[in-house]
Every structure is written in structure tokens, then in C-alpha cells.
């Protein structure tokens, strides 16, 4: 039950969101604020009747080359930030490389290279930025935390060990003093908390849906169909699943989604303490095109078929809505950026301050095709991304923020 201690019903509410664009610029949307018994603070934004973007990310450099071997010549990204000027720094996985470029597009320099070497890497994953404007690039399988000076290379490293691999690395400096790093054995999910020689001070708990003492079953994964053949198991993703959304703030708050639930609808919660924020936005689901769907439930019955599996998957499990939460990230004023789908297959970022009251929404022009494995990242009125072309190959776009005509002003 609602304690009600605060009700504000902000009709055409607005604030002024620092760092992104129009300081003028405003939300139509109606925003309440309640306060539970237990003193979590619930907000919910509703739009407006036949809301419209409030920003567009309009393109205004572009680095990357379909041909050659330079430093734009990018194979796998894995990091990206930008810099004090307008410059930025990115991690190619492939070429285990630091790369970093002026506010004109020019190369600067490079760092790192395949090795275990000083400043060099075996399987680096991300890219941070730190204190001081240096670069910091986690390389779990080297064992180390690598720091560098973007124009004068390496300075030191410090070793990284123990905790879980990621694709990506997941994990953030925060407050510019500490590094909080995801970490999983079983069903305990914990945030790992480094100082900046990489020593572990302190393990916070995380919540979780599953009992620590419950063993893992293959078989009852929501997320995923099972197959057994030959003694062993697979696990196929279902397509269009709203898998778990997680995202750790510049303060350490942990902001997250709940596994199954395609609803708008995330939580912040402070490592190790109770969830302080519940930010439900309610936007319109947006239906997966029935053509879509069609077709991976016809690569699903492909597989089983391949297999030669005598049994069936339920495949009205695979959902009829999107995901409303694809990606959580913030800009460097500490405003919450949320991708959203669009009803016409675009890109949608809803915007909202460390509060969650939202502030505006921006779209990513068409032509732009994100790189959805690394966040943007936004720095006053301006945001860096990495988009790649029909042929797959990547580029870093730094995009202005400009105001939509139609918004209100």
C-alpha cells in the first residue's frame, strides 16, 4: 500500500537538462511522485497525447574507413569514451588497441597492442575514463588494469583478478575514487569495490530472484528454450525475451529491470542497502511486427528440425511485445539516458534527471544504425556513438543534440 506522504501531479512539468542542448528546452509529460510505507520513492512519467521528440541526434563528424589499415579502420569496438575538448578514445578488441582522436576527427595517437608486455593486452574488453582525464582498460585474461595517458601512453597497471568474465566490460568507476565491478558465483550476485590500486575493499550484495542455495536448472530458464541430446544440453535465447537491464551510476546506485517483464519499469537500488527509487514510465508497448516473429519461430522449428529433436518448444513463448528498457546509461551531468524502442523501428532515448523525472526525449536520426554493445556517451550538447553501415563495418559518429522545432520551447 501507498504511504502517501508526497502527491505532485506536475502537469507540463519541466526542468532544465544541463549538458543536452536547450537549456529552454521541456517535457510536456506528467510526472508523479509518491513515497511508500518503507520510504522508496515511486515516480511515474506519463506522456503526453501524441508525444514527439523533444531532441535529435543530428551527425556532424563521422570517423571510420571501409578500406585500409589505419587507426579509422575500426574491426571490433569495445570501448568508447570522449574527452575534455571534444576528442575521444576508443578499445579495439580485435586489434587490442587504444585509440585516440582529436575533435576534428584526427588520429592522436595509439597504445597497447596484442601481449603481456607493459601497456600491452591479451583479451582487454572496455574503457573507462578516469581521474585526471587517463584512460583505464580492464584486461581480466592479463590479469591487470592498465591506466594511460591519452596522448603520452601507458603509466602503470594494477592486477585484476578473481570475479566473473564479461563480453563487455560491465563495470564503472565511481565518484572518480572506486571501481564497482558485477560479480556472480551461483545465484549470489555481489558488486566487487576496488579502490584505484585495483585492491578490494569491500563485496555488497545484490538482490536476487533466485534463493542462493538453488541449483541451476537449464530447464526452467525463462529466458531461453532447452535442448538435450547426447548426454549434454543447449540453451537457445528467446528471441524478444526482456532480459535483465542493468546499469551502475556514477554514484554506485545500481539501476535495473526485472528479468521476463517488458514493461517500463526500472529500479534503483544502493549496493548492499534497499531499492531507493521505482521509475515506471508509461509508454505504449510496442508490438514485435508480426512478420518478425514469424520468422524466428521459423528458425526455432530449424533448429529442432537440424537437431533431430523428437520434441516441441512451446513457441507461444515467444513474446508479442519489445522490451520498453533496451539500454540504461548516463551522461557525464549525471542525467539517465533509457533506449527505448520506437513503433516505427527507430531509436528512441528517454531522457530523466538522477531523480527519474523525465526531461525530454531524443531520436536518433535515420540512417544512424547503433552499435548497441557499447553505450553513447553524452557530454554537454553533444553524444558520441558507435553506428555501423549495411556492411557491418563500424564507425564512431559524434552527433549534435538539437532541438526538435516542434518541441515545446
Not at 183 to 212: F, K
Not at 251 to 279: H, N
Request: net charge negative.
Amino acid at each position: 500500500m501507498y504511504e502517501r506522504t508526497q502527491a505532485i501531479l506536475i502537469a507540463g512539468a519541466w526542468m532544465a537538462l544541463a549538458g543536452c542542448g536547450d537549456s529552454e528546452s521541456r517535457s510536456d509529460w506528467t510526472t508523479l511522485l509518491d513515497t511508500l510505507a518503507s520510504g522508496t520513492v515511486h515516480i511515474t512519467n506519463i506522456p503526453a497525447a501524441n508525444a514527439s521528440p523533444t531532441w535529435t541526434l543530428v551527425e556532424e563528424l563521422r570517423v571510420g574507413t571501409l578500406e585500409g589499415t589505419g587507426p579509422d579502420a575500426f574491426a571490433y569496438l569495445k570501448g568508447l569514451v570522449a574527452l575534455e575538448g571534444g576528442g575521444f578514445a576508443v578499445l579495439d578488441s580485435q586489434i587490442q588497441e587504444l585509440r585516440v582522436f582529436g575533435p576534428d576527427g584526427a588520429h592522436v595517437a595509439s597504445h597497447g597492442g596484442k601481449g603481456q608486455g607493459p601497456g600491452e593486452f591479451v583479451d582487454a574488453n572496455g574503457l573507462m575514463l578516469g581521474p585526471n582525464g587517463r584512460l583505464w582498460v580492464p584486461d581480466a585474461r592479463n590479469g591487470r588494469m592498465s591506466v594511460f595517458d591519452p596522448e603520452d601512453g601507458f603509466i602503470e597497471s594494477f592486477p585484476l583478478a578473481g570475479g566473473s568474465y564479461s563480453w563487455v566490460w560491465d563495470g564503472a568507476i565511481v565518484d572518480g575514487s572506486r571501481i564497482y565491478r558485477p560479480w556472480s558465483s551461483g545465484n549470489r550476485y555481489h558488486i566487487r569495490v576496488y579502490d584505484l590500486t585495483m585492491t578490494l575493499v569491500d563485496s555488497l550484495p545484490l538482490p536476487s530472484d533466485n534463493p542462493e542455495d538453488e541449483e541451476f536448472d537449464p530447464d526452467s530458464q525463462s529466458g531461453a528454450f532447452y535442448l538435450e541430446l547426447n548426454g549434454g544440453y543447449s540453451m537457445y535465447g528467446i528471441p524478444f525475451f526482456a532480459s535483465t537491464v542493468s546499469f551502475i551510476d556514477s554514484r554506485g546506485a545500481v539501476w535495473s529491470t526485472r528479468a521476463g517483464d517488458p514493461a517500463y519499469r526500472m529500479t534503483q537500488r544502493e549496493p548492499g542497502g534497499e531499492t531507493t527509487f521505482v521509475v515506471e514510465t508509461r509508454r505504449p508497448a510496442v508490438p514485435v511486427p508480426e512478420v518478425e516473429r514469424d520468422s524466428v519461430i521459423d528458425e526455432l522449428r530449424q533448429i529442432l528440425s537440424d537437431a533431430g529433436a523428437s520434441g516441441e518448444w512451446d513457441l507461444t513463448r515467444v513474446p508479442t511485445v519489445k522490451p520498453a528498457v533496451e539500454a540504461i546509461f548516463e551522461s557525464v551531468e549525471r542525467n539517465l539516458w533509457v533506449r527505448t524502442p520506437s513503433a516505427d523501428g527507430g531509436v528512441l532515448f528517454d531522457v530523466y534527471s538522477g531523480e527519474g523525472s523525465h526531461l525530454g526525449t531524443a531520436s536518433l536520426r535515420a540512417g544512424l544504425n547503433l552499435w548497441d554493445q557499447v553505450a553513447p556517451v553524452v557530454r554537454g550538447d553533444s553524444a558520441w556513438l558507435i553506428v555501423t553501415d549495411e556492411l557491418d563495418v563500424q564507425y564512431v559518429v559524434r552527433a549534435r543534440i538539437a532541438v526538435e522545432s516542434t518541441s515545446i520551447g
